[in-house]
């Protein structure tokens, strides 16, 4: 299956309807981490960008860019708690890879950190690596790509949660792009449903 195949197989369930191109510099994001990216995440980007599933998971911005309310997150900042947790809780001694082949793509409101393993020289054969919070273990790797890895969760494939939260409960996914969710906030809306907030707005400039 090509990369965006994966995409639009993740958009059958998750409609990119509040999604936007991030409009990413690549070569400038290649230049700061030292790597190219998988296929299927320069893919995701273009499509969705980075934002909120459900208001339970993030995808995570590459690089830092101004937010309107506030920065959303990045990859930069969730990269260094995966790897001080992974020298923290034992992960170099269970899979024997150094923390500088953790790179964070996305994180859960479980607080779970969701990550690829770079250590094959092709980013498009980086597995999953999720660092949990309250899972069977602190660390798990999956076979698959970040695309095949969020259908598998958002499908509710998994005999076995590989995150801390209930992620799908069986009703609507839906994904919000970051400044979607920001404008929302900021005209007094839920950033994920878009529905009246009263406390949505209270701390905007």
Known sequence: MTENARIKALEQIMPATHGADEDIDWPAVEAVWGTRFPADF???MGRFGAGSINGEASILLPLPKP???WDPAGMTEETENARQTWEA???RSAFDVDPESIIAW???GGS???CWLTSDPDPDRWPVLVCGRHTADSFAVYPYGMAEFLYRLCSD???VS???ITFWDGGHLSFVHWRKAQRRWQEGRNP????PDPYAGEFAD
Do not use: K
């Open 67 to 69: 937010g309107l309310q």
């Open 192 to 195: 994920e449903t878009g529905e």
């Open 42 to 44: 320069i893919a995701f």
């Open 106 to 108: 996305g994180v859960t």
């Open 89 to 91: 809780e034992g992960g």
């Open 162 to 164: 590989p995150v801390s």
């Open 157 to 159: 494939e998994f005999d």
């Open 112 to 114: 779970d950190i969701l």
